[in-house]
């Protein structure tokens, strides 16, 4: 069933390109990601040849339109691939470069072999565009895949610029998150700009670090369904006192919860989806109700990221701590990306200072439209 707003969108309808699409990457990553990809992963920081077999397959060029050698789609046609990156913890940087790509083509500019990481000048450091755009300065922390990445693309001030991340005038302090997924700090000296051109996004402010949350959301989705799953299978599995302890009224009330939380998180990164694809596509009218949208996933997803891990390792008992299971691999992952782009926190702030702005007469009213009149970025 498609869930309709009051104009009679849907939000869950499916296009045959987004059966394309989904059966494209069930097929891809059910073959390519195996234990051992994981555990090599783990052990070396990066999956080369996984990354091959995705840009073979097309899936980083999937938002770019097809004059320009992508597939058209737009973001709800391309949400199982978001999806796909969380169910199954594809180690690469697959969604920053779905999302890169977007921006460089919507802006005009030539788009580089990939992957392609991302950075939102005003958060996470002090970086900037200067120099009229014309070079990088400043500090950037916790950039995704920046060793894996041989290119960034840096938004400021409505200015989007494809800088160089192999460039000698940039120092790197190392890093990752839970998941071991690359997290550096990167140092800009008058770094050059390679092109740079206006993001062709009015009205929306920091779109790498508002698009980044709704990404993050939509893979923490995919994460706790793979991490439900497990749950169920092993409560299903495990024998005790003579019958399956999912048989236990307790865990049957702790996986409904969990089950319930993803759903409300799968809905809500849905109705951001269809914001987010007016945005990209040109046809948004209210770059609020987006930021709204937005917010509201990113709450939902990574307060269902914080349930979701404590119930699966719950259910799995001790067993689910070792490192030759592999719920390690998708909790570690929904530990890491809940905080990415902004934790559920920080995102609810934004939320409620903009409720308590718009006063008694604008609340109600606000929340129905999705358009709290307060709403800022910056208030994150």
């Excluded at 005003?122 to 990445?149: F, I």
Aim: aromatic share 6%.
């Amino acid at each position: 069933m498609n869930s309709l707003d009051s104009q009679g969108v849907s939000y869950g309808a499916s296009t045959e390109l987004h059966t394309l699409i989904s059966d494209s990457v069930e097929r891809l990553f059910n073959r390519e990601i195996t234990p051992t990809t994981l555990a090599d992963f783990d052990t070396h920081g990066r999956s080369d040849e996984l990354w091959q077999c995705v840009a073979d397959n097309g899936l980083p060029l999937a938002l770019v339109p097809e004059h320009a050698g992508g597939s058209g789609a737009n973001l709800l046609d391309a949400r199982s691939i978001l999806r796909g990156i969380g169910y199954w913890q594809a180690p690469v940087p697959l969604g920053e470069t779905l999302l890169a790509t977007a921006l460089l083509s919507r802006a005009g500019l030539e788009i580089p072999e990939g992957p392609i990481s991302l950075i939102q000048a005003g958060r996470l450091g002090d970086v900037r565009l200067a120099a009229q755009a014309r070079s990088v300065e400043g500090r950037a922390m916790q950039v995704p895949w920046s060793r894996t990445c041989r290119w960034a693309v840096i938004e400021d001030a409505g200015h989007i610029a494809l800088v160089d991340l192999h460039h000698d005038s940039l120092d790197r302090t190392l890093g990752c998150n839970l998941a071991n997924e690359q997290r550096d700090t990167l140092h800009f000296h008058h770094t050059p700009v390679v092109a740079t051109a206006e993001s062709q996004l009015p009205g929306v402010s920091e779109p790498v670090w508002l698009l980044g949350a709704l990404l993050r959301a939509c893979m923490l989705v995919g994460a706790l369904e793979s991490a439900l799953d497990k749950a169920v299978s092993y409560a299903n599995e495990r024998v005790q006192f003579g019958k399956p302890i999912g048989r236990q009224q307790a865990l049957q009330q702790l996986l409904a919860e969990m089950a319930g939380s993803i759903g409300l998180a799968r809905m809500a990164t849905r109705v951001a989806l269809s914001s987010a694809s007016d945005c990209l596509d040109g046809t948004l009218t209210d770059p609020r109700r987006m930021l709204f949208d937005i917010a509201a996933a990113k709450v939902c997803a990574s307060e269902a990221a914080t349930l979701g891990c404590s119930v699966a390792h719950q259910v799995h008992g001790s067993i689910g701590f070792t490192h030759e299971h592999s719920l390690h691999q998708v909790t570690r992952r929904l530990w890491s990306w809940r905080e990415e782009f902004g934790s559920d926190a920080q995102w609810a702030r934004l939320l409620g200072s903009a409720a308590i702005a718009s006063g008694s007469l604008g609340f109600w009213n606000g929340l129905v439209e999705r358009d709290l009149w307060y709403l800022r970025p910056n208030v994150a």
